[in-house]
Nanobody
Framework: QVQLVESGGGLVQAGGSLRLSCTTS????????FGWYRQPPGKQMEVIAR???????DYADSVKGRFTISRDNDKEMVDLQMHSLKPDDTAVYYC????????WGQGTRVTVSS
């Protein structure tokens, strides 16, 4: 079955960096688009980055230039490198995969202190 497991979250000071990883199994990984989403406290889920099978990427304006999404088809992992973190980046971050259904990981919490 499909499994997505996010890791790499934690507490970081403003201006710092974190690298999140989404380890997958059971997906059509090399053929698929993956996305990173986040849900800040008390707010709605938002998409922040996506990467296609052709390595095309797109980003939310709020993270453009600071975050980079990447994928490793051999390891079946999707990473999110985050730099210049701000308190507004505090959220639970999720990895998403879609085929006939939507699949989400359990999330990893990122807290950015000011």
């Amino acid at each position: 079955q499909v499994q997505l497991v996010e890791s790499g979250g934690g507490l970081v000071q403003a201006g710092g960096s974190l690298r999140l990883s989404c380890t997958t199994s059971g997906t059509y990984f090399s053929m698929s688009t993956f996305g990173w989403y986040r849900q800040p406290p008390g707010k709605q889920m938002e998409v922040i980055a996506r990467i296609t099978r052709d390595l095309e990427t797109d980003y939310a304006d709020s993270v453009k230039g600071r975050f980079t999404i990447s994928r490793d088809n051999d390891k079946e992992m999707v990473d999110l490198q985050m730099h210049s973190l701000k308190p507004d980046d505090t959220a639970v971050y999720y990895c998403r995969y879609t085929d006939t259904l939507d699949y989400w990981g359990q999330g990893t919490r990122v807290t950015v202190s000011s």
